[in-house]
């Protein structure tokens, strides 16, 4: 039987500190130490934390922490993995909770200026499909997957990043600084230096990209001694892009197994997330390989939800897989412009929203 870690789904995370954290950094200790191949359990609480429930009201909605999001479970230390590794993590099974959740607020999502009030849906789910007396009528089938999972940031990561946020803040974009308020853990320096898990990074992180469901593969380059991987933010189901800012949230148990591809992101200079499901698309009988684009430039300025830098981005790292698989430059470019399809997979998580090319596996005898 594989290891896991369990938590008790009526207490929140600051309850439980020693299962989970809210924030990224490299001094969180691991909760426990796998090996490659090991397949782990993972339960997992809601984006919010356990603040919506089947009760919650407009009035509730507008009381919550804002701080708390997301608790995440882990971290995992990874036997073996060494920073310039790549991590694979399979998602062997992700199990849905009962209950969930959608919602938006005033400043969140992406038509802030159109939706500039509360809303809130409540979800019954089974294992087939979601449906929600404020949507009647409507029947949402199961597409869960894990909105974030990623490893932990390297010292200089860390430093660097915060720095790039710091950066664009000033210049007027929307970025979630690092604070103390309701940080787990909540020891110093990590309260302080902790970086928020809203907007997604090169560790992962908060993509939401909804193709990562069971049967997956995501690949993160390591930057820690054993990668320490952490999740949570379930979703049930979600449209590409997640545009209201949530999907439909859930609390959830993900079941996964590590594979690390040594030196991989080093010799390869891979410094982005990318991801794999040889069955997403099996009505069309497609398999796929996908690169990640976010918004910062290659002399590493951050830009604020910049979906044009984004998709370039995309492009660029998936002529670079292309090139990895022996296709010149040329030959790459021609591919991604006659058969790789650009996804938006969110435009909520500021400032890194997140589009994602997907090259069709099957085009190549």
Same mark, same amino acid.
């Given at each position: 039987?594989?290891?896991?870690?369990?938590?008790?789904?009526?207490?929140?995370?600051?309850?439980?500190?020693?299962?989970?954290?809210?924030?990224?950094?490299?001094?969180?200790?691991?909760? #426990?130490?796998?090996?490659?191949?090991?397949?782990?359990?993972?339960?997992?609480?809601?984006?919010?934390?356990?603040?919506?429930?089947?009760?919650?009201?407009?009035?509730?909605?507008?009381?919550?922490?804002?701080?708390?999001?997301?608790?995440?479970?882990?971290? *995992?230390?990874?036997?073996?993995?060494?920073?310039?590794?790549?991590?694979?993590?399979?998602?062997?099974?992700?199990?849905?909770?009962?209950?969930?959740?959608?919602?938006?607020?005033?400043?969140?999502?992406?038509?802030?200026?159109?939706?500039?009030?509360?809303?809130?849906?409540?979800?019954? #789910?089974?294992?087939?499909?979601?449906?929600?007396?404020?949507?009647?009528?409507?029947?949402?089938?199961?597409?869960?997957?894990?909105?974030?999972?990623? *490893?932990?940031?390297?010292?200089?990561?860390?430093?660097?990043?915060?720095?790039?946020?710091?950066?664009?803040?000033?210049?007027?974009?929307?970025?979630?600084?690092?604070?103390?308020?309701?940080?787990?853990?909540?020891?110093?320096?990590?309260?302080?230096?902790?970086?928020?898990?809203?907007?997604?990074?090169?560790?992962?992180?908060?993509?939401?990209?909804?193709?990562?469901?069971?049967?997956?593969?995501?690949?993160?380059?390591?930057?820690?001694?054993?990668?320490?991987?952490?999740?949570?933010?379930?979703?049930?189901?979600?449209?590409?892009?997640?545009?209201?800012?949530?999907?439909?949230?859930?609390?959830?148990?993900?079941?996964?197994?590590?594979?690390?591809?040594?030196?991989?992101?080093?010799?390869?200079?891979?410094?982005?997330?990318?991801?794999?499901?040889?069955?997403?698309?099996?009505?069309?009988?497609?398999?796929?390989?996908?690169?990640?684009?976010?918004?910062?430039?290659?002399?590493?300025?951050?830009?604020?939800?910049?979906?044009?830098?984004?998709?370039?981005?995309?492009?660029?790292?998936?002529?670079?897989?292309?090139?990895?698989?022996?296709?010149?430059?040329?030959?790459?470019?021609?591919?991604?412009?006659?058969? *790789?399809?650009?996804?938006?997979?969110?435009?909520?998580?500021?400032?890194? *929203?997140?589009?994602?090319?997907?090259?069709?596996?099957?085009?190549?005898?």
């Amino acid at each position: 039987m594989g290891k896991g870690i369990s938590i008790d789904r009526s207490k929140r995370l600051r309850e439980e500190p020693h299962k989970g954290h809210n924030r990224w950094h490299p001094d969180i200790a691991p909760v #426990i130490e796998v090996a490659p191949g090991e397949e782990v359990t993972l339960e997992t609480r809601d984006a919010m934390d356990l603040q919506i429930g089947p009760r919650t009201t407009v009035a509730d909605l507008e009381k919550m922490e804002r701080t708390v999001a997301h608790p995440l479970t882990g971290p *995992v230390y990874v036997k073996g993995a060494k920073p310039g590794d790549l991590l694979e993590i399979e998602h062997v099974d992700i199990l849905p909770e009962r209950y969930g959740w959608t919602r938006f607020s005033p400043g969140f999502g992406f038509l802030p200026d159109l939706f500039d009030h509360y809303f809130v849906a409540h979800w019954e #789910i089974t294992s087939e499909y979601a449906t929600s007396p404020q949507l009647p009528g409507v029947r949402i089938p199961n597409g869960a997957f894990m909105g974030t999972a990623g *490893v932990a940031p390297s010292r200089e990561q860390l430093k660097r990043w915060t720095a790039r946020e710091r950066e664009l803040a000033d210049r007027g974009g929307r970025v979630m600084l690092p604070t103390a308020a309701a940080a787990v853990p909540a020891q110093r320096p990590i309260a302080e230096e902790g970086l928020r898990t809203i907007p997604p990074r090169e560790n992962c992180g908060n993509a939401d990209v909804k193709q990562l469901t069971r049967g997956s593969k995501l690949y993160v380059p390591v930057a820690v001694d054993g990668a320490l991987y952490s999740v949570g933010d379930g979703h049930f189901a979600q449209g590409d892009a997640e545009c209201c800012g949530t999907a439909i949230e859930m609390g959830a148990t993900a079941v996964v197994r590590f594979k690390i591809h040594k030196d991989l992101a080093r010799t390869k200079n891979i410094a982005w997330p990318r991801f794999s499901h040889p069955k997403y698309f099996a009505k069309v009988e497609q398999n796929f390989i996908a690169t990640m684009g976010m918004p910062v430039t290659p002399e590493g300025r951050q830009e604020n939800g910049d979906l044009n830098l984004a998709a370039r981005n995309a492009v660029i790292r998936m002529i670079e897989l292309l090139e990895e698989r022996g296709w010149t430059r040329e030959q790459a470019y021609v591919l991604c412009s006659v058969a *790789v399809d650009l996804r938006v997979s969110n435009v909520v998580d500021m400032p890194n *929203v997140t589009v994602s090319a997907f090259l069709p596996e099957d085009i190549f005898s």
